[in-house]
């Protein structure tokens, strides 16, 4: 009888190392996530999408059942989910320096274009932004609703994980709070391991995968990182004592109220950015509200109308939402000053930008590198590949649900409506037709529409 406790190899796969991964070079990785990091419109499943499409469709550096695999495993941590899984795809493709170069090159055009409002608030037409968002965000919906039919006929191979993937898109359709995600994800967990499974069938990652299975045959050892175990300790131990660290410094120097010395500014800004990235299940749209509390009521770092200005930039750009950290950064230095004070210069302001957005993505990036080399080894349990069939059917769930939820908010006409569809036939007729150009066609349209009178 095999112990469901200890890992399982087999005669054609004796060792834990071998499978899809493929150990590449952080170059790779950057060049590859480059021009994708510059049309990441439309939020966290839209970012999925691109991913999808680019890295298992075209690049095949991992399969469909193992991203959303690692999609799930982001969901249930703090911070960022569809950065975190940026990280995780540098992390498997290139080791420690692929997840650093992934994550920087990602936020970079979000970042910029933060900073860069900060310096100037008239280097951007919110008119022509708004314009192209008439044609992006209808494509958002289509270029989801794609990589969500992808996905999930690999994944969704059974009845049972039929029913955990409508399970996840129900209650995340029902209860969009920020700790749905986790919550659903681990019910899904649990329940595989307790409803008794019929002898003949499969788990949905045992499914053979249908167009790179005879390329990567073995799917169930994606997830093998070059990264070891005593690095993945060293990085939560860090995580954990900069999060104490911080905390305990910020509270020292809030002691004295008066203090604005060079070194108690940043390291109130530090120790903001890092403890909401560290405590936020939810993504982005979680943050805003604390940021909005910390950044604005208690620290008075920039005003409700310049908060509102920022994030209104920030919706219209690609990239992730913990990039408007960018902006207010970057603001501090402006908003702070005492009125016989120069104007700060702009070398200050990014500076102060650079440090809020390295402080908010910190602990996405020091727990995928504390987690992996770990997750590589689990996941051989016979007990934990179990659970994963009801974790990832319930993953795909959230991408259905994505879909509802954003086409609830971006459908407003027959013409949006149409431009959806549009998107799911052209991308789900074609292969070859990459999304960055979808995105692109999309957002030209955005402008002849509104250009025409066609759209408020």
């Known amino acids: 009888m095999t112990d469901p406790h200890t890992p399982q190899t087999t005669a054609a796969d004796p060792s834990p190392t071998t499978g899809l991964h493929h150990q590449g070079w952080w170059g790779e990785v950057a060049r590859v996530l480059a021009p994708l990091a510059w049309v990441a419109f439309g939020g966290p499943q839209a970012h999925l999408a691109l991913l999808h499409d680019h890295i298992v469709e075209k690049r095949r550096w991992v399969d469909s059942k193992a991203f959303t695999e690692l999609f799930a495993v982001c969901s249930m941590l703090p911070g960022p989910s569809s950065t975190q899984t940026v990280i995780g795809l540098g992390i498997i493709r290139a080791g420690l320096a692929g997840g650093i170069a992934a994550l920087l090159v990602w936020i970079a055009p979000a970042i910029s274009i933060m900073i860069a409002l900060a310096l100037s608030t008239r280097m951007f037409n919110a008119d022509q932004l708004d314009a192209y968002l008439v044609g992006v965000r209808p494509a958002v919906v289509g270029v989801v609703a794609v990589a969500g039919w992808k996905i999930g006929r690999r994944v969704v191979t059974d009845p049972f994980t039929f029913a955990a993937m409508v399970f996840g898109a129900a209650v995340t359709i029902w209860k969009p709070a920020p700790y749905t995600f986790p919550a659903v ?65 910020a509270a020292v120097v809030n002691e004295q109220a008066a203090d604005r010395t060079r070194l108690a500014e940043p390291v109130r800004v530090s120790e903001c950015f890092y403890r909401n990235s560290s405590f936020i299940f939810g993504g982005g749209q979680v943050l805003l509200p604390l940021l909005q509390t910390d950044c604005v009521v208690r620290n008075q770092w920039v005003t409700p109308e310049q908060f509102g200005n920022g994030l209104g930039v920030m919706q219209a750009s690609p990239g992730p939402l913990f990039s408007f ?15 016989d004070e120069p104007p700060p210069s702009p070398l200050t302001q990014i500076a102060y930008g650079l440090l809020a957005s390295g402080s908010i993505f910190l602990p996405a990036l020091l727990l995928l590198i504390g987690i992996m080399p770990f997750w590589s080894t689990l996941r051989r349990y016979r007990s934990v590949k179990q659970a994963l069939t009801g974790v990832n059917a319930s993953a795909v769930g959230l991408v259905v649900a994505a879909v509802w939820l954003l086409g609830r908010d971006y459908l407003h006409s027959a013409m949006d409506a149409g431009l959806a569809v549009m998107v799911c036939l052209a991308l789900g007729l074609t292969a070859r037709l990459p999304v960055p150009a979808v995105m692109v066609a999309a957002g030209v349209v955005g402008y002849g529409i509104r250009a025409a009178g066609l759209s408020a």
């Open 185 to 249: 994800l681990l019910a899904a967990g649990l329940a595989a391991l307790a409803i008794p499974r019929k002898p003949g069938t499969r788990p949905a990652d045992a499914e053979p995968m249908t167009d790179d299975s005879s390329t990567h045959p073995d799917s169930e050892r994606v997830i093998t990182v070059s990264i070891s175990r005593t690095t993945g300790i060293a990085a939560l131990t860090l995580f954990a004592v900069l999060l104490v660290s911080l905390i305990t410094a």
């Open 325 to 339: 950290s960018g902006y207010i950064g970057a603001m501090i230095p402006r908003t702070q000053r005492s009125v």
